[in-house]
């Protein structure tokens, strides 16, 4: 047998760097949003702002006081935020119920997780072993779900 011998490939700072702007430039036209120094993200006319509960508003820029809309997902609301600005209201609406059911089942999982160490009888212990897969199953089908929607969106 032969042996094949790799040589290593001595990356260029300056070419790595370069590599990195051209990437940044793209990104920031394809998607074309604006982080914020206060971690607020703009997009177009809207504010994607988090709340104090943890989740994350979507604010008219010309009302930043009342929110359009409330997600529990950054990605869901900047998502969110293109198909209000382009008016596509029935895309609005299946956003929010992708980010209502990842939500619903990311919970159900932390509350199995956290129920199946406390059961002591093997019957108890078996539903919530089965509940805790079905919930584990649910949160990853949603989140793919809601990653390839925001690749198509942003696309």
Do not use: W
């Not at 009342?66 to 900047?78: R, T, W």
């Not at 199946?116 to 108890?124: M, Y």
């Amino acid at each position: 047998m032969k042996k094949h011998s790799k040589k290593k490939q001595n990356l260029n700072h300056s070419k790595l760097q370069e590599l990195a702007e051209d990437f940044g430039s793209l990104f920031d036209k394809k998607v074309q949003i604006t982080v914020l120094p206060n971690g607020v993200i703009s997009y177009k006319n809207f504010l994607i702002k988090p709340n104090k509960q943890g989740t994350y508003g979507v604010y008219y820029s010309h009302n930043p006081h009342d929110p359009v809309e409330v997600y529990n997902l950054k990605s869901c609301a900047l998502m969110a935020a293109k198909a209000f600005n382009t008016v596509q209201i029935n895309k609005f609406f299946e956003i929010k119920d992708l980010d209502t059911r990842y939500s619903t089942s990311h919970t159900e999982l932390s509350l199995f997780k956290q129920n199946i160490k406390l059961a002591k009888d093997f019957d108890r212990y078996v539903i919530l072993l089965n509940k805790l897969e079905e919930a584990d199953l649910k949160a990853r089908y949603y989140k793919d779900k809601i990653t390839v929607m925001f690749r198509n969106t942003f696309a």
